[in-house]
Structure formats: C-alpha cells, structure tokens
C-alpha cells in the first residue's frame, strides 16, 4: 500500500525540522519527506492542509486493563482510544491479573495486542515475582517475551536489598528498572500533605514519600551502575533531586503525568473522586517546578497515566475510591496546552510525547522500531495528524476508552486529531477529518 500525506506542516522534533512538505510512504515506511518521485502513484492520498504532520505519539504509561480487569476496559477499547488520541505505541506496566511475570502471559499480551492492528504495546515485565517484593523474575526470559524493562507499577519495594540486587542484576544485562519513587509507610495517603488534606480531614501523603525513596534509588544506582526511568514525579523537591542526579552522571530519567502537569490538590474542591488519582495532587509550587522541568529538560516526558476506573469503583467516598483517570486521548491536546501557555512551543510539546519517551525506551524498541517517536526517510511510518487550530471540549460520555472518569471533563483543549497512522495504515480517521 503506498499512501501520500499532502500539504502538511511537518514537524520531526528530533531534529528540528519544521517545514510544509509531502511524505511518501510505501509498504509501513516512510519513502521520501519533500519532493516526491515523480513515479510514486498512491493508492490514498491525505490532505493534510491546515493540519501538522508529527511522529505519532509514545506514551509511556497506559493500563490497559487487561488480562484481569475487564470490566475497567479491554484491549479493543483501550487500544482505539489510543489511535484516537494519536498515541502509536505505549508502554504497559505488569499490574494485570495475573501479574506480567512469566514470558507466556508477555507473549499473550502482545499476540491479542497485534491482532488489533492498532498501537503498538510494548510490555514492562515485573520486577518481583507477583510484585510481592521478595524473589526476582526471569528478566533474561522476559526480555526475550518482549518486555522492555522492569518495574513494581505502584507497589514499593520494602526490602532495600532485593532492590539492590534487582539493580545489580539489570546493570549486567543492560536492562532499565522503571520506578515509581514512593515510600511504602509514608506513602499510604490518599490526598498530599498540606492544608487541604488537614481542612477535608484526608490521610496525606508528605512529599518526603518520594524524596526518601529517590534518595534510596540515587545510592543504589551509584553503587551498581544501573540505568532507572522515574515514573510519575510529582513534587518540586523530585525534580531537584532528579537535576542533581543528572548533574552527577547518573543514568536516569523520569516523566510526569498530564494531571500532575495541569492540576493542584485544590482541584479537588469538595471531595471530588475524579481527583483521586497517584501520585495525589501536590501544591501549586510543584506543579509549576514540573512545568519548569518538562520544558527544561530535566523532565524527559509527559505521559497520559491511563488508568480507565470503572463506575462503581469511582462512585464511592474520596477514600475508598480506586485513583486513575483516562487520558490517551487528552494527551496530545494537554501537552500543546502546557507548551502554549509555558512558552515551551509547540515542537517541545511534541518533544516530550515523541522522540524524548523514544529516547527513554532506546534500544528496547528493537531495530524494528528504531524510529518511533521520528519521521525519518526510511523509519517505520508511524503518523499523527492533526489540526492545530481546532478546540474541542472534553465530553467524558464521547471518550472512546472504556473508563469516562476524567478530572478535566469540560476542559477545552487546543489540537483535533485527524488522523493516526500505524506502519503506514490508517488506524484512526475522524469523522470530521
């Protein structure tokens, strides 16, 4: 199939190219960006006027529900409202049921997810056993499975030495151990410490929760020469501590979520479930030190954190309900409202959903994908498409995923996603495209 994208504004944030051009594509990958051969003769043609040509989007957090929680969403839902949103490949952590601890239950997960010719879902095996803390997994089998790294989802590890030893392990095989900094005593909250969470009488949970854990996390790598991605930070002391770190030389990198990015615990408001989430909403002074340290670099990407809820689980006492929201398809369009009103710009905005989660993933991708989160003559044709000057309101009853709970319902968001193309195929087509 040879496809031909016509007019569009082209933006490869990688390298900075920014230019109107056409892009040719032909059997998943793209054949020429500009000029096109006189001989090419297209089956389709996109006309991308008005629209910008982008990388598709990588995001490097999605639950998507399934094997084990059907009810909160499934891979068909979850994998079209990532096409929908423009996410072409997305990383899973291994908190499904059962846990993604074995190759064959790696392997079934990817099966059922390429049968569904959608994004492409790339699995991160658990770094324990059950993620109950003690023993390790088969990494070396994992990896082989498909996994690309190794994480505890949202479960902290109370044994600092099976941590040690799990970093000393994925040192020697050049593995990356992705975690979530939270204390396991002090991280049992459901809202951030402060004054909110005095006044609503709410558990909270103190920033100290992440820091003594980066602290534990920073020592350990120096010791053992391991590489670690950082999900989720959340306060303003993390990204310090994160800045430091990088001065230093460690090989770590991190990301914040689209809620921690744009919502405050005030958010909250009186009790308002949709903000149950985790990390909790910290103050305005860390979401600003986030802000500052996505557009800075020091923050490497921004992720949906997709975590569908179903109704019942949300519909309960703020203390009792399940945290999560959806979010693959307010990705985009959270991430051109950071870059318009930080002063960022639209090609960081991109940045930090493409080629910087691309970045993070390196070599994991495998020589297969070596050029997701890039338009590159050559690389596998993995598009977005949209329309930078088209709002819309946020409609959580119109959210393709299976979970509607979402703390920006009636949010206007900059950016209407057009098109979503994966290995060249059109895998999402708006109505109004």
């Known amino acids: 199939m040879k496809l031909l994208i016509k007019n569009g504004r082209v933006i490869n944030p990688a390298t900075g190219f920014d230019e109107r051009a056409d892009v040719a594509i032909a059997a998943g990958r793209i054949v020429s960006i500009g000029a096109v051969a006189a001989d090419f003769v297209p089956n389709k043609t996109i006309d991308a006027t008005g629209c910008v040509v982008a990388p598709g989007l990588v995001d490097l957090s999605v639950r998507l529900r399934e094997p084990g929680h059907e009810h909160e969403g499934m891979l068909a839902s979850e994998l079209a409202a990532a096409v929908a949103g423009g996410v072409t490949s997305l990383v899973c952590p291994p908190d499904t049921d059962p846990v993604l601890d074995e190759p064959g239950l790696v392997e079934m997960l990817k099966f059922r997810a390429e049968k569904l010719h959608q994004s492409r879902v790339f699995p991160l095996g658990a770094l324990t056993r059950g993620l109950r803390g003690a023993a390790l997994t088969e990494m070396a089998q994992l990896t082989e499975a498909g996994c690309v790294g190794f994480s505890q989802a949202d479960v902290p590890l109370e044994d600092t030495q099976v941590l040690m030893r799990a970093l000393q392990y994925a040192a020697t095989f050049g593995y990356t151990v992705w975690l979530r900094p939270q204390d396991m005593h002090l991280g049992k909250g459901v809202v951030a410490s402060g004054p909110l969470a005095t006044r609503l009488g709410l558990s909270g949970v103190p920033v100290a929760a992440e820091t003594i854990a980066l602290h534990t996390i920073f020592e350990l790598m120096r010791s053992t020469g391991a590489r670690v991605h950082l999900c989720r930070i959340s306060s303003a002391a993390g990204v310090a ?14 990301d914040v979520s689209i809620n921690s990015l744009h919502l405050t615990d005030t958010d909250i408001g009186y009790f308002d479930s ?44 703020f203390a009792e309900a399940e945290p999560g929201a959806t979010g693959l398809e307010l990705l985009l369009g959270l991430a051109c409202k950071w870059g318009d009103e930080s002063g960022a710009g639209l090609v960081r905005a991109l940045a930090v959903l493409t080629s910087e989660p691309a970045r993070v993933l390196g070599s994991a991708l495998g020589a297969l994908h070596a050029s997701a989160g890039q338009l590159v003559q050559g690389g596998v044709a993995d598009i977005c498409i949209f329309n930078s000057a088209s709002n819309w309101t946020v409609e959580p009853c119109a959210l393709r995923s299976q979970g509607k709970h979402t703390p920006f319902s009636g949010y206007e968001l900059p950016v209407h996603v057009c098109w979503t193309l994966v290995a060249g195929q059109v895998a999402y087509e708006a109505h109004t495209a």
Request: hydrophobic share 35%; aromatic share 0%.
């Open 241 to 254: 501590l994160v800045a430091q770190a990088k001065a230093d030389g460690l090989r770590v990198s991190c």
């Open 274 to 317: 949709r903000m149950r989430l985790e990390p909790p909403l910290r103050q305005q002074r860390d979401r600003d030190a986030l802000r500052l340290g996505l557009r800075d670099g020091t923050v490497d990407a921004l992720v949906s954190d997709h975590t569908p809820v179903d109704e019942d689980a949300k519909t309960l006492p």
